[in-house]
């Protein structure tokens, strides 16, 4: 079993940044694949961001390719989401997922194990 935490929410402006990181439990962290996903209020969860196992490949949705950056390090077990340039359409609750398969599960939404959200609030 997997066990993810977020951790980096939180208040920022307009045009500022945020680092969310998720720490993942076992000796098998880079036996996954990694990914982001964010959710608004009354709106469906969407895909933001995956990563390789070996972190030479990486996926990101439209709306934040150039600002987000997804990174992992897998001696210490976490995946980490660099938020530059954030505007208030990314406010939502942030959640880090795992996949066994790889990048083109996390992309089409499926993952074996998820963790339990970071908010991150945008003020104009």
């Known amino acids: 079993q997997v066990q993810l935490v977020e951790s980096g929410g939180g208040l920022v402006q307009a045009g500022g940044s945020l680092r969310l990181s998720c720490a993942a439990s076992?000796?098998?962290?880079?036996?996954?694949?990694m990914g982001w996903y964010r959710q608004a209020p009354g709106k469906e969860r969407e895909f933001v961001a995956a990563i390789s196992r070996s972190g030479g490949t990486s996926h990101y949705a439209d709306s934040v390719k150039g600002r987000f950056t997804i990174s992992r390090d897998n001696a210490e077990n976490t995946v980490y989401l660099q938020m530059n340039s954030l505007k208030p359409m990314d406010t939502a609750v942030y959640y880090c997922?795992?996949?066994?398969?790889?990048?083109?599960?996390?992309?089409?939404?499926?993952?074996?194990?998820w963790g339990q959200g970071t908010q991150v609030t945008v003020s104009s």
């Open positions: 076992g000796r098998t962290f880079s036996s996954y694949a």
């Open positions: 997922a795992a996949d066994r398969f790889g990048t083109s599960n996390l992309k089409r939404n499926k993952y074996d194990y």
